[in-house]
């Protein structure tokens, strides 16, 4: 499931980014631990800020162990995004997501590559390659209030069905060829065609 967040560098994107890690950022996130590990539905768990000039999007990957729902997954993630949106998160929490992406930042800086798409991303956004500074600042301005306030918002839109929700299920492997052939609906009137 995915839905749309402040755009890159604007007020809330840090927030989102934080939440983003402690909902799925690795194997002691909140989704991995009650998904894989506690409730073992689930065999993976990705939780992402993907940042953009215009908004940005906030997106939940899950993959169901056999045997479980897509249902089942989307209920167990509508809980931890509720628990989200009303409980404040820990300090310790938002330390961990901080110093993650901030070693990320700085792992990207030791090749001349990295800090040139680094140099580049701040010019093109924000007409300043000298950024690296107050970048890391938004991050540690953020607060178990502000990651509250970010969920308020966002995620009340979600559980109210504001979001966009995919899923894959395992089929018999003819469904590229289907797709063709609906496609063109035997007439061979594809895109391009007269």
């Known amino acids: 499931m995915s839905w749309l967040t402040p755009a890159i560098f604007k007020p809330g994107d840090a927030d989102a980014d934080i939440a983003a890690h402690i909902l799925g950022g690795g194997r002691a996130s909140r989704l991995y631990q009650k998904l894989v590990y506690e409730k073992q539905i689930a065999q993976d768990v990705n939780v992402y800020q993907h940042s953009l000039m215009l908004g940005s999007q906030f997106g939940i990957e899950v993959t169901a162990r056999p045997g479980h729902t897509p249902e089942e ?51 093109h956004f924000l007409h300043t390659p000298d950024y690296l500074q107050k ?33 894959g299920r395992p089929g018999n492997g003819t469904a590229g060829a289907d797709a063709a052939r609906a496609d063109d609906g035997g007439g061979g009137n594809r895109i391009g065609q007269p």
């Open 135 to 167: 970048d890391i600042e938004r991050y540690r301005a953020v607060t178990p209030a502000t990651v509250l306030a970010f969920a308020r918002r966002a995620i009340a839109a979600v559980l109210a069905g504001r979001r966009l929700r995919g899923e």
């Open 73 to 123: 997954l989307e209920q167990a993630v509508n809980t931890e995004l509720e628990a989200l949106r009303t409980q404040p998160v820990e300090q310790r929490e938002i330390d961990q997501a901080r110093t993650t992406i901030e070693t990320q930042t700085i792992t990207r800086l030791e090749n001349l590559n990295g800090i040139a798409n680094m140099l580049n991303s701040h010019n």
